[in-house]
């Protein structure tokens, strides 16, 4: 048998497709599915004649949506429930993130406030959404007051779990090095937590949205929610659709405004940062 | 505590002389040191505890001089890394002391450092600022933009990655760097407050035995510019004869100290040493010590 050294002549390695070009087919394919999904939609209203109050043909829902946006009629709803969401997610954030730092670092607090904390997540906070209509009025207000009790607890778990998930050899170093327990805060349990808290900002930016919404359902005169129960009092299902489309890329901006954040720090956080010094430093022996 | 016969004997380490000859108080002393750890099944009545639970140290006495530095020798679970922890006040014993300059250890102090088995390096730090770390603790600087007020912690912890090979990595991040790198990095770490005293608990344990030789004379060029007292833990025999001045061999049940080896080699050291017959035969005499200690346990 005849070991041959050279590689065979038909053997050459498969050129990988470049990166735009990989790029360019993964969101072509997304757009793609959402094209089938359209069309899909438009064969089951025009196969079964569905009438358009149950589901609405899709270039209607466009037909919609274009003129509610061309005529500005949409844009003072929709500037209200934006408020809303953001109001609650600065609001929720924050509560969370400093709950769950009071929690993470005092045992006291953490046996006197969690009871509380389970509590008024086991209780369904949407069933709070009328006394809140009879506390604050039908203002922007109580659907803040909501979408902010809905973000709070993912950021105040992730805050949590990201503040105590520091490895004990950490806090040891930290103890060797004589660091006081706020140096121990700030310089090792809040940097340990940034992914956690990132990852709970995301989850409850999303949920601001729905807290906003379904606050609107119970008691409003604005906003988009309460666009969508005005439509189904008209009988404007091609409306109600439009609402929702609007509704949902909304959610998709802010959740990818917070991820944009995200990838920022963290990239921050892996990079190669130059290093300046006046001189060459110059070791203080010779080997 | 067996003393042993070892064939160079006749001239031992000027620095093991000091412990015996003057009346110098040590720079650390162990004394009749005892760690208990309770078990989690035993029962809560302190009556009951009182009796409960393992001795994982018992009655340890020994001594380390300034500046020497001395090897500590044991199978896993002999105790090493609890009395370590002790010495470095991270946990308090449960019977007897540790001196440190005279000086009763109640809590870690910053004239000790402490370098881990692993190199606990922090990931959203640069290498520079991981070794800043310890200089920011404990002399807070106003605020990070302000880096000329910090111009000569940082000029020194350059000189020392440059000591360590690590310059051209000031900026990276430590995952970007392999094992022995990290663990450098922790040693610069460490160095950054000048500690007079070194507490080392296996810290090249886990790298391959080329970086862990490597790190090994790196480790003694540092120690011979400055000076430190050093207990470093181990549980190869070789790394221990090439290190030290002096082994502690540990047993085990009861954790205790149960020989010590004076290491009479010259100064400074080189990984020739290793194949010369006195070396062999310090490592022969520790490792038959150490199964002797097996062959009573099991007895």
Redesign the interface.
Known sequence: MQLDTQPAPDFQPQPLPSRPARWLWAWGASLGMFGLVLLFWYGLVTWYRLPPLVLPLPTAVAHTLWQYLIDGSLLPHFGVTLSEILLGFFGGSCLGIGLGSLVAISPFWQRVLSPYIIASQAMPKLALAPIFVIWFGFGIMPKAVIAALIAFFPLFENTLVGLQAV?S??I????????NRW?LFL??RL??A?PYLFAGLRVSIVLSVVGAVVGEYVGANKGLGALIIASQGMMDTPLMFAVFVVLTALGMVLYLLVHACERRVMSR??????????EP?????E? | MRESTLPHEAEPHETVMDVTTQPIPPKIAVEKIGKRFHNAAAGTRSTRRKQSGTWALQDINFTVSDGEFVVLVGESGCGKTTLLRLI?G?EPPTTGQVRLNDQVVLQ???E???V?Q?P?L???R?V?DNVL??T???H?LPRRAD?QAS?PA??QA??L???LDL?PF????P??LSGGMQQRVALARTLM?HPSVLLMDEPFGALDAITREQLNLELL?MWH?GKQTVIFITHDITEAVFLADRVLLMSRRPGTVAAEFLIPLPRPRTLEMRFESEFASLCRAIHQEMGLMRHDEQA
């Open positions: 490895e050899e950490s040891e170093l930290f103890r060797m090095l004589g660091a140096q310089k090792l940097p340990n940034v956080r892996t990079r190669i940062e130059p290093v300046l010094s006046r430093p110059t070791p203080p022996y080997r | 470095a991270l870690p102090s910053q000790v450092g402490f881990f692993r606990v922090l990931p959203w640069t520079l770390l310890p920011e603790l404990t807070p880096r111009q940082r000029q350059l000189e990655l440059a000591l310059q000031a900026g990276h991040r995952q970007h407050l060029r510019h």
